[in-house]
């Protein structure tokens, strides 16, 4: 319990203090046909009108680089992606590679891009919401479409894969008792994958028990309780209740420079969890492009191996990384938070 402040309570009981971090508020989803991949495609897209001067804006991806068919490149080449915020403006770009197309596969394409405002300070001056004086930074919440709230909170033992129920607009936050495993949540199927290194094939899904927890936040219709408190946004309906747990963020943690590195907690106590990614590719054996996805522990975060996106037989290819989220923040919350 804090001396100042907002507390929602979760169903277990536990207190949850909303006015000392900052929640985030999604702003929409920017789908892949939206955006020119092609060799120096870049889109830019202005959310000024949307969020007010002063607010962060966070994009996250599912899938973080593309593998291309380019005769360039003895066949095969990998490109990142790369995601840019300038003053409220998120411009998504890659680079020139010449000759050739990105695969069609899903598991190659990303599925779309999440866009949230990070509120760091109370914002009033719309006059909707809620100011906590004293008490941090709990935002005014004024869409009541576009609130992340949890949906499911699980602890599981993980051995390989866990099927998920959500919308494509969920964000997933996991922490993992094995930093060998890499994890990804795969969005066409809603399902967490788990894959871990085995001799030159370097990642195969399984193979392990660890444990594994899961927060998953979602749009949803805010709870209306018999008793607490309502906060009605500008459009006139419900957009927060003292019976919904928010998204909240803690950390932002920047990721290391390269494959076998580690970044560390700051609070490795409260359980640290992140949301799931492919974060890019990595080329093994000179032969295989494999996707590298997210591996952790309550410690710290580094990448771990994934799914074999392509084996390009006997071409000899350049042994490298394309992670264009290396030495790039992501968000950290709390599973102390809501378990």
């Not at 590719?281 to 952790?296: E, F, G, H, M, Y």
Request: hydrophobic share 40%; net charge negative.
């Amino acid at each position: 319990m804090s001396d100042f402040g907002l507390q929602v309570f979760s169903p277990s009981g536990k207190a949850l203090n909303v006015s000392d971090a900052a929640p985030l508020q999604f702003i929409r989803k920017i789908t892949d046909s939206e955006v020119d991949l092609g060799s120096s495609g870049s889109t830019t897209f202005d959310f000024s009108s949307q969020v007010p001067a002063g607010v962060q804006l966070m994009v996250w991806t599912d899938i973080a680089a593309l593998v291309l068919d380019s005769p360039t490149y003895l066949t095969y080449n990998t490109v990142p992606i790369n995601i840019t915020v300038n003053d409220r403006k998120v411009t998504i770009s890659v680079p020139s590679f010449g000759a050739g197309a990105w695969g069609a596969p899903p598991e190659r394409r990303p599925s779309g891009y999440w866009v949230f405002a990070v509120y760091q300070q109370p914002v009033t001056a719309d006059g909707w919401g809620l100011y906590v004086d004293e008490g941090g930074a709990f935002p005014a919440v004024v869409n009541s479409s576009a609130s992340l709230f949890m949906t499911g909170a699980y602890t599981i033992t993980f051995t390989g894969t866990y099927q998920l129920n959500c919308s494509a607009n969920a964000m997933v936050f996991c922490n993992c008792s094995d930093d060998s495993v890499g994890l990804i949540f795969d969005q066409a199927s809603k399902q967490i994958k788990g894959y871990k290194p085995a001799g030159a094939d370097w990642g195969t899904q399984g193979g392990f028990s660890v444990t594994l927890k899961i927060c998953v936040f979602d749009i949803k219709t805010p709870t209306v309780p018999d008793w607490g408190l309502m906060i009605y946004g500008a459009d006139g309906q419900v957009s927060f209740t003292s019976s919904e747990l928010p998204l909240i963020i803690r950390q932002q943690i920047p990721l290391p420079s390269a494959v076998g590195n580690w970044s560390n907690f700051s609070s490795p106590g409260n359980i640290p969890m992140i949301p799931l990614s492919g974060m890019g590719s990595k080329t093994t054996r000179q032969s295989d492009i494999w996707r590298v996805n997210p591996a952790l522990n309550s410690t710290h975060v580094g990448y771990g191996p994934g799914a074999r996106l392509v084996h390009v037989g006997d071409n000899i290819l350049p042994d490298l990384e394309v992670i264009p989220l290396k030495g790039k923040t992501i968000p950290v919350i709390w599973g102390s938070d809501y378990f």
